[in-house]
């Protein structure tokens, strides 16, 4: 079992920055991929970042290459998305999520857990 807390979300203006954080608990942290996925109203959810268990490998959705940055650190079991110039159409909320099946790379379809959703908020 994981258990995932992303903390972080909020309201910001266009061009802003905001960092949001997921706190994992349960299993040895330094043996799985993490990822962060979102989804926005009346859409699917969709794939942002993923890191793998070193924090060697990074994958980023096409929208969000060039501003968004995932980041881990294993001493604090925690997984980072630092977020910039954000953009209106970044508004969702966003989720972390956990494949312990993979050390490598997180894909919708190998999450195994999900975080409860932190909401993000770009204003125009």
């Known amino acids: 079992q994981v258990q995932l807390v992303e903390s972080g979300g909020g309201l910001v203006q266009a061009g802003g920055s905001l960092r949001l954080s997921c706190a994992a608990s349960?299993?040895?942290?330094?043996?799985?991929?993490m990822g962060w996925f979102r989804q926005a109203p009346g859409k699917e959810r969709e794939f942002v970042a993923s890191i793998s268990w070193s924090g060697a490998n990074t994958y980023y959705a096409d929208s969000v290459k060039g501003r968004f940055a995932i980041s881990r650190d294993n001493a604090k079991n925690t997984v980072y998305l630092q977020m910039n110039s954000l953009k209106p159409e970044d508004t969702a909320v966003y989720y972390c999520?956990?494949?312990?099946?993979?050390?490598?790379?997180?894909?919708?379809?190998?999450?195994?857990?999900w975080g409860q959703g932190t909401q993000v908020t770009v204003s125009s």
């Open positions: 999520a956990a494949d312990v099946h993979s050390s490598l790379k997180v894909t919708t379809r190998g999450v195994d857990y």
């Open positions: 349960g299993r040895t942290f330094t043996t799985y991929a």
